[in-house]
T-cell receptor
């Protein structure tokens, strides 16, 4: 089925470890986004990508790395996880034709760093 | 930077109309206004988007005054399943401005 999927849904790891969160969309959308949502707060943009091999920083990029070698995939890596990165991470995508198209979100990855 | 301001929470009853207002005094000329709905443990879901005047779809209406410094999401005859957090989003991605979600409005619909 068409859509946007994130994996894993839940992850527990330790400080200092590298963690990669996966995001895959089947619509061939140009834009993809990574957000984090902390308990009791709204969504904050970490990184976004306008197309394959094009990425840019959002509001809170420190401690994260992204890549986009294929249009459909947009992995997010925490190179050395810290407790402050415990959060729920959402991936989203939007279609071609302009940045004001609605964003479609995945179901999120709940990440806990001990 | 078009920061948005919304009420933190609102209460309503089933069958009533709910209006949630969002302030965005610094909205730029090419910015659209978009509203999302989020249930616990789920990603946000697009509700409606507009640029000016009024937009209506099968679930909501969006009212935008001429100066575009605010917008109002109108949910007709809410039900218990409309209990969620509603986010107002303003901005465009094809500039140096980054899309930023505010804290949202937590709507509680009571029986």
């Amino acid at each position: 089925d068409a859509g946007i999927t994130q994996s894993p849904r839940y992850k527990i790891t330790e400080t200092g470890r590298q963690v990669t969160l996966m995001c895959h969309q089947t619509w061939s959308h140009s834009y993809m986004f990574w957000y984090r949502q902390d308990l009791g707060h709204g969504l904050r943009l970490i990184y976004y990508s306008a197309a394959a091999d094009i990425t840019d920083k959002g509001e809170v990029p420190d401690g994260y790395v992204v890549s986009r070698s294929k249009t459909e995939n947009f992995p997010l890596t925490l190179e050395s996880a810290t407790r402050s990165q415990t959060s729920v991470y959402f991936c989203a995508s939007s279609g071609t034709g302009g940045s004001n198209q609605p964003q479609h979100f995945g179901d999120g990855t709940r990440l806990s760093i001990l | 930077l078009a920061k948005t301001t919304q009420p933190i929470s609102m209460d309503s009853y089933e069958g009533q109309e709910v209006n949630i207002t969002c302030s965005h005094n610094n909205i730029a000329t090419n910015d659209y206004i978009t509203w999302y709905q989020q249930f616990p443990s789920q990603g946000p879901r697009f509700i409606i988007q507009g640029y000016k005047t009024k937009v209506t779809n099968e679930v909501a209406s969006l009212f935008i005054p001429a100066d575009r410094k605010s917008s109002t999401l109108s949910l007709p005859r809410v039900s218990l399943s409309d209990t969620a957090v509603y986010y107002c989003l303003v901005g465009a991605m094809d500039s140096s401005y980054k899309l930023i979600f505010g804290s949202g409005t937590r709507l509680l619909v009571r029986p």
